[in-house]
């Protein structure tokens, strides 16, 4: 895999995140968290889109605290989940990709901006 491919494909999920809260912003029948929430990671998610793309070498330091955040909201999603008998696939998702995302953002203190 060339050095840029995991960084680029890791900022177009978090730019797809970002776009699902844009649009649960207009349409809040897609998912039922508050507006502000949905606002805050809009920008979030943006930030973290170009972030990963521009791969600076602190991005492990940044990404570390949203993957604490991740890790418990959608952790006790996806456990609450099983306990009603469901499986929450977003949270299922977001904890799969976390130890992804967090071995990319790695990589980038080593490869820098320029791969």
């Known amino acids: 895999m060339p050095p840029l491919l995991p960084s680029r494909l890791a900022a177009a999920a978090f ?3 970002a776009i699902f809260h844009a649009a649960a912003l ?3 029948e897609i998912d039922p968290s508050p507006a502000w929430r949905h606002a805050l990671f809009v920008g979030i998610n943006g930030a973290y889109a170009v972030a990963f793309a521009t ?4 991005l492990i330091f940044a990404f570390l605290p949203l993957a604490v955040q991740q890790a418990a909201s959608h952790g006790s999603s996806f456990v609450r989940g099983l306990g009603a008998g469901t499986l929450d696939w977003k949270s299922a998702v977001v904890l799969a ?3 992804v995302l967090a071995w990319v953002a790695y990589g980038a203190r080593r490869a820098g901006p320029r791969g």
């Open 26 to 28: 207009a349409m809040p």
């Open 15 to 17: 730019a797809v995140v």
């Open 97 to 99: 990709g976390l130890p």
């Open 55 to 58: 791969r600076p070498p602190w």
